[in-house]
């Protein structure tokens, strides 16, 4: 049976909190001083402390001065109220949470359920580690380069935490790996890890389907619904492309961290909500908020632990772990095994992977399928693209901007853009002339500017609505799903 130690100088409140966790099945002791706490800690090692950081002989911090005290036990701290300070304190003292005071039924029953001892983490985590020098994989992520060794370093700091994370890189680094690992490691593994695209849902739909909504609260609404934060209660939320949500709706999430409440669409009572939030942008956050896609208060509250994804072409040391790793999968889902012959792991080597791993994912897959025998030679894959010449400054027209081109039709490099445009003037030039360059590849059309697929795909769908498309080409895949 876990045994919780509670304390806080408040006696009323101490007393009610020991009833309440004994009522879940633990036992449960009280201090109300540091010397108490000191006294208790030395007669019997809790499994859980619930601390309050304003004591009448000190500050609850003066605990953590002693790790032997502390040393098998988790650490929530009792708070007033929830803040970025708080969050950021938290992971900085070694706790793996915090309740608010009044303390809530719900998120005591939460902390309760997550108690896990620090040593089970701590192996778990020395296994991976141990995996990682035998194999080249930390969970669900492949690599030994050091600035993936950084990573890791991150993501076991982090785990074992309730604070939020802000995962940033562009296109296809795995992002949503790294999420899904922070929640494998934590202590909220065995509840629900709900990923969410923001640049992929409608801005009508995407209040409904992060708060829910209740029946008859708009046309079309003919049952209650569900939200991602009810649906996953207890879990981990991954709001992938945070930089594509509405500002409004920023606004209103900001919220939700804010106080632990959110509020269905058409409903007029608040919910409380115990789930974890990781975020992730391709963008820089700081241009981000420059450029208007993302409020610069919620910049900096889901900002508490930052981690930053390298691109594939910094860490090409990985390249021909993760070639192989992809190439192992795809032969037994084929059921015939084929390997690479050091030119095809030579010619990976030398390429500068603007898709990053997701793109290196589709190569060796294509690759696969176009190898003939049980090898693979570097006929089928890619090369690195030769740099066009660089073109000379010309005065700017009074004309529609356009991407210049060579007589082979295919464009240059270089994007003639008058002054006095307008941004979105000038975004569509570029898309559509990065596009050209690509050889209407989307993928790397996307990478290459920074942005999601989904993104691309809603740009290209709006120029053909607005018939300023160069052709119908890139409506016509989007109808099909292409």
Not at 2 to 23: P, R, W, Y
Not at 140 to 166: C, D, K
Not at 434 to 447: F, I, M, N, S
Not at 457 to 477: E, P, W
């Amino acid at each position: 049976m876990s045994h919780v130690l509670i304390v806080d100088d408040d006696v009323d409140s101490a007393t009610m909190l020991s009833e309440l966790i004994v009522m879940q099945g633990l036992t449960a002791a009280c201090a109300h001083s540091l010397r108490d706490a000191r006294k208790q800690l030395a007669l019997q090692s809790p499994d859980l402390v619930l601390l309050d950081l304003r004591l009448p002989d000190g500050s609850g911090m003066d605990l953590f001065a002693d790790p032997e005290l502390l040393a098998n036990a988790e650490v929530v701290l009792i708070t007033g109220h929830a803040s970025l300070e708080t969050s950021i304190l938290a992971l900085r003292l070694g706790a793996v949470d915090y309740l608010v005071k009044p303390i809530n039924m719900k998120h005591l029953q939460g902390v309760l359920s997550r108690a896990t001892k620090p040593a089970v983490l701590k192996a778990e985590v020395a296994d991976l580690t141990a995996h990682l020098a035998a194999t080249g994989s930390f969970g669900q992520l492949w690599g030994r380069s050091p600035n993936m060794q950084r990573v890791y370093e991150q993501i076991t700091r982090v785990a074992g935490s309730g604070v939020t994370v802000f995962i940033t890189g562009e296109s296809g680094t795995g992002k949503e790996v790294v999420a899904q690992t922070i929640h494998d490691l934590s202590r909220r593994r065995k509840m629900p890890f709900l990923g969410v695209n923001c640049g992929a849902i409608s801005p009508n739909l995407i209040e409904s389907e992060i708060f829910g909504h209740e029946k008859g609260s708009f046309t079309g609404a003919d049952r209650q619904h569900q939200g991602f934060f009810e649906r996953a209660a207890g879990g981990t939320l991954f709001l992938d492309e945070i930089t594509e949500m509405p500002l409004d709706l920023q606004v209103k999430l900001l919220r939700v961290l804010e106080t632990g409440r959110f509020l269905r669409v058409g409903a007029t009572q608040s919910q409380e909500t115990d789930v974890r939030i990781i975020a992730a942008t391709n963008r820089s956050p700081m241009r981000a908020v420059e450029e208007g896609h993302l409020r610069v208060d919620l910049m900096y509250r889901l900002n508490v632990f930052p981690i930053d994804m390298p691109p594939l072409r910094d860490r090409l040391s990985d390249v021909p772990l993760l070639a192989g790793h992809f190439l192992r999968l795809i032969s037994e889902q084929e059921g015939h095994e084929k390997r690479f012959l050091s030119e095809a792991v030579d010619r990976l080597m030398a390429y500068d992977w603007p898709g990053n791993v997701r793109e290196l994912r589709n190569v060796v897959q294509r690759a696969y399928v176009m190898a003939r025998g049980d090898t693979i030679d570097a006929q089928w894959l890619p090369t690195r693209p030769v740099a066009a010449p660089p073109v000379p400054a010309t005065p700017a027209r009074a004309s529609e901007p356009r991407a210049e081109r060579r007589p082979d039709g295919e464009a240059d490099g270089a994007v003639t853009l008058p002054l006095g445009i307008s941004l979105a003037q000038a975004e569509q030039t570029l898309i559509l002339a990065t596009l050209d360059h690509y050889g209407r590849q989307k993928e790397r059309t996307a990478a290459a500017l920074g942005i999601s697929l989904k993104t691309l795909y809603n740009r290209l769908k709006q120029y053909a609505a607005d018939g300023k498309a160069q052709d119908s080409a890139d409506a016509d895949d989007i109808t099909k799903g292409t």
